[in-house]
């Protein structure tokens, strides 16, 4: 099992940025896809952003070019890079890990406009 932390979230005005970090316990963390889901009130969770273990990256249509994805396997973590923020991007985010299916606990992002 791999534990997940999430950071980073925040109250922050349209247009503005906030950068994400989710720290992974264990061994496997260079090797596993790392995902970030959102859910927003009332709807489903959503995938954000895949990264692979070698560094391939895709979004979904709603954040492309304003959200990157990246990784650094020394640190054991996984970082979303969140710019020109929308009041639609308000949502708890999540850190998911493909190989064990592990969950962090989520971060509150709030977008004012």
């Known amino acids: 099992q791999v534990q997940l932390v999430e950071s980073g979230g925040g109250l922050v005005q349209a247009g503005g940025s906030l950068r994400l970090s989710c720290a992974a316990s264990?061994?496997?963390?260079?090797?596993?896809?790392m995902d970030w889901y959102r859910q927003a009130p009332e709807k489903q969770r959503e995938l954000v952003a895949v990264i692979s273990s070698g560094g391939s990256t895709n979004y979904a249509d709603s954040v492309k070019g304003r959200f990157t994805i990246s990784r650094d396997n020394a640190k054991n973590t996984v970082y979303l890079q969140m710019n020109s923020l929308k009041p639609d991007d308000t949502a708890v985010y999540y850190c998911h890990e493909r190989l064990y299916n592990s969950w962090g606990q989520g971060t509150q992002v709030t977008v004012s406009s």
């Open positions: 264990g061994s496997t963390f260079s090797i596993s896809v």
